[in-house]
């Protein structure tokens, strides 16, 4: 029978945790406006990625224009009214002092000044408060992200910290991938964590052969007593925006290098009623059956616990022909 075959090699390879993950943004900002005007501009487009002080939103400013001239004269009008109040209250203390004037006189000069320099910080913070309220009349991304569809459109009255909000942001630069592990493996992350970071690679379904690659840094305080997991956070950099909130990736958290691994192509590990077997190429040119004990699989390659050693040859193509005992012609190339 015609065969490809391959030689079982000796290498050190990766001991992973393989699992299904998700996708979440490093931070959600909804974009709500804080006072109550007509929105009157939208400076981005819908999906559009925005940087972190990019101006998105124009709010009418008429109101707040008119407020801030009106906080503004009455501080001038209090300032004229407190200097004055102050003058004649000097003017008192001396007439007092002299024994001209009684000293319930200057009491009360005096404490219509002090009422009077009072009012006047109120109407610095009115000020401020109305200079506050024009800055927000312009709304500004707080974050690098990537934005929702518009929630409202120009025209309409939004009203402060109310709903519906404007606009979502997510940011995706970095990004999380959130997934579970087993109960069981932890006490191996844990071990594998001390005094050095474990690598995360995620696979996308678009393109399952360029992993992302990123570092845990999240185990979540306690385990899951009702499905026995526990939640982990990696964080990727996701510099070419492949990683998007929500998806769903395939995830294989790298433990440690297992040196001296016997390694086989993943075509030659076969399923029988007994298990996996494999099909080795004996020195005379027949093919044996021997039952293996598979650890892993990852990248087209099988990490083998039992039944193989190095410098064998197994069958990787034309096994469904076999039978063990039967004679078989390697393929060149193989």
Request: with cysteine.
């Amino acid at each position: 029978m015609p065969v490809t075959v391959a030689t079982v090699v000796q290498k050190a390879a990766p001991v992973l945790l393989r699992t299904i993950g998700n996708v979440d943004a490093y931070s959600t900002v909804s974009v709500k406006a804080q006072v109550s005007a007509e929105l009157m501009e939208v400076r981005f487009r819908e999906g559009q990625f925005v940087r972190k002080g990019d101006l998105l939103f124009l709010l009418d400013r008429r109101p707040f224009d008119a407020a801030l001239h009106q906080a503004e004269a009455t501080l001038a009008h209090d300032r004229a009214q407190a200097a004055n109040a102050r003058v004649e209250a000097q003017r008192y203390e001396k007439l007092w002092q002299g024994g001209v004037s009684p000293k319930e006189q200057f009491d009360q000069y005096r404490t219509a000044a002090d009422a009077l320099d009072a009012a006047v910080k109120a109407d610095d913070a009115a000020v401020e408060m109305a200079k506050l309220n024009l800055e927000y009349c312009s709304i500004y991304s707080p974050i690098d992200g990537q934005t929702s569809n518009l929630m409202v459109y120009p025209g309409n009255l939004v009203k402060a910290n109310d709903v519906p909000i404007l606009v979502t942001i997510n940011q995706i630069q970095p990004i999380y991938v959130e997934f579970t592990i087993a109960e069981a493996s932890l006490a191996d992350v844990r071990a594998a964590m001390r005094g050095r970071p474990l690598t995360v690679e995620v696979r996308t379904q678009d393109n399952p052969t360029q992993p992302e690659r990123g570092v845990l840094n999240f185990i979540n305080n306690q385990v899951d007593t009702t499905t026995g997991t526990i939640h982990l956070k990696a964080t990727f950099s996701n510099q070419a925006r492949r990683l998007w909130p929500g998806q769903f990736v395939d995830v294989m958290l790298r433990l440690a290098e297992q040196p001296n691994a016997i390694v086989i192509p993943a075509q030659a590990v076969q399923s029988g009623q007994d298990g996996a077997y494999v099909f080795v190429v004996r020195k005379d040119g027949t093919v044996e059956s021997r039952a293996v004990v598979v650890a892993r699989s990852l990248d087209g390659e099988s990490v083998i616990d039992k039944g193989l050693a190095s410098g064998e040859r197994v069958v990787t193509d034309g096994q469904l022909r076999l039978v063990p005992g039967a004679k078989v012609a390697v393929r060149s190339g193989s």
